[in-house]
Nanobody, 124 residues
Framework: QVQLEESGGGSVQAGGSLRLSCAVSGSSASRIHYSAWFRQAPEKGPEGVAAIGSGGGTTYYADSVQGRFTISRDNDKNSLYLEMNSLKPEDTAMYLC????????????????WGQGTQVTVSS
């Protein structure tokens, strides 16, 4: 009912920026309450990075990215974005977008629909 596809990942030097996009489609896409970005690094569990409510006015961020990352959505384009600034090597991970209807917004168990991920690599 909901399909998600990430794009925009790549390699960047520390201090640089990347903008990730997630195309959202499907019969239930307009009913999503929360959309989110998660990341998965080797030997680490999934980490909730940022989440946003359906209206775009409520956002949540992990402490590790607050002040550097910005999540946004464009409902007209059915897209979710993550603007990443001042990137650090610790941000290196596979980034996945997700959609769901539950709570809390940064818990992976909240989300039923996931993209396949896009790799972000930050080098010194």
């Amino acid at each position: 009912q909901v399909q998600l596809e990430e794009s925009g990942g790549g390699s960047v030097q520390a201090g640089g920026s990347l903008r990730l996009s997630c195309a959202v489609s499907g019969s239930s896409a307009s009913r999503i309450h929360y959309s989110a970005w998660f990341r998965q690094a080797p030997e680490k569990g999934p980490e909730g990075v940022a989440a946003i409510g359906s209206g775009g006015g409520t956002t949540y961020y992990a402490d590790s990215v607050q002040g550097r990352f910005t999540i946004s959505r464009d409902n007209d384009k059915n897209s979710l974005y993550l603007e990443m600034n001042s990137l650090k090597p610790e941000d290196t991970a596979m980034y996945l977008c997700a959609a769901g209807w539950g709570w809390p917004p940064l818990n992976p168990s909240t989300y039923k629909y996931w993209g396949q991920g896009t790799q972000v690599t930050v080098s010194s």
